[in-house]
């Protein structure tokens, strides 16, 4: 392989693998020495084909999540069975995983510039722009460049488009489901909102007990299913249907709510 062989965003593939070196050996720690990450569905991850795989996941954080299904990912691939032990997995990483992230995010600093390199693909929000909402159409290249990554490997996506817990599953994802028919791979994931702060960058709390569950591909019919009942199909994947509040206890409630409210104080401050 030339040592300047790029992906189909023009990457160079030998400049990302080390970047995901890098950044997987500094995080590794989060997930297995401060806080301990459980994980079932590895076998799922194994079972996938290399390309032509959408992960729709619920969002806690804006980098820690993504960080850890690298993590899983490539564990899953070298023959881990539900654990990250020996980070010897991610010297050589699966380079086709890409995640799509908001273009201001992944603009907003030199760590999320080099993360970006490391497999963003960068979109342009059509309901929020720097801290206010907003209404803009979509972008015809955003929806390409998704499914440029698609045709190419594994990519990751927030379908709520907000790391706020219980918010609507965006149109555009089911959309992008019966547009490019991928494998629809569902992911939930826990305890990441308790041990990091909003960016996922620093460690809020030690010792919290985060869990990433991948589930069996969803059963979609991408010629007949309307764009509705595959957003309800998502809801329930990822656990982010409202009926999924009934079981949560009232300080659960309470605490979101909280949480809820200081973000949108911060938004205010910001914007």
């Given at each position: 392989m030339?040592?300047?062989?790029?992906?189909?965003?023009g990457h160079i593939l030998f400049l990302k693998k080390i970047i995901i070196r890098i950044f997987g050996l500094v995080s590794h720690g989060r997930y297995r020495k401060f806080n301990s990450l459980q994980i079932e569905g590895s076998e799922i991850l194994r079972n996938l084909p290399d390309s032509g795989?959408?992960?729709?996941?619920?969002?806690?954080?804006?980098?820690?999540?993504?960080?850890?299904?690298?993590?899983?990912?490539?564990?899953?691939?070298k023959g881990r069975?539900?654990?990250?032990?020996?980070?010897?997995y991610i010297w050589h990483p699966k380079l086709n995983i890409y995640f799509v992230a908001a273009g201001e995010t992944m603009k907003s600093g030199i760590l999320p510039k080099i993360f970006a390199y490391a497999g963003s693909v960068s979109i342009d929000r059509t309901w929020r722009s720097a801290g206010k909402d907003v209404k803009r159409q979509v972008k015809n290249s955003d929806i390409s460049n998704?499914?440029?990554?698609?045709?190419d490997g594994w990519v990751i996506t927030f379908p709520q488009g907000t790391t706020t817990p219980f918010k609507p599953i965006r149109r555009g994802t089911a959309h992008?489901?019966?547009?490019?028919?991928?494998?629809?791979?569902?992911?939930?994931?826990?305890?990441?909102?308790?041990?990091?702060?909003?960016?996922?960058?620093?460690?809020?709390?030690?010792?919290?007990?985060?869990?990433?569950?991948?589930?069996?591909?969803?059963?979609i019919d991408y010629e007949n299913e309307e764009i509705a009942d595959i957003i309800t199909k998502i809801e329930f994947a990822i656990e982010q249907h409202p009926s999924f509040l009934k079981v949560m206890s009232v300080k659960e409630i309470e605490n979101l709510k909280k949480e809820e409210s200081a973000l949108n104080k911060q938004r205010k401050f910001w914007s």
């Open positions: 030339s040592l300047f062989k790029r992906n189909p965003f795989v959408l992960f729709i996941s619920n969002h806690q954080t804006y980098f820690a999540d993504v960080a850890a299904m690298f993590h899983v990912f490539n564990a899953a691939l069975d539900d654990t990250l032990k020996n980070v010897g998704i499914g440029k990554a698609i045709d992008i489901i019966k547009t490019f028919k991928p494998v629809v791979v569902p992911i939930v994931i826990d305890g990441f909102r308790r041990s990091f702060d909003k960016k996922g960058l620093s460690i809020k709390k030690r010792n919290v007990l985060q869990s990433m569950v991948i589930k069996e591909p969803l059963d």
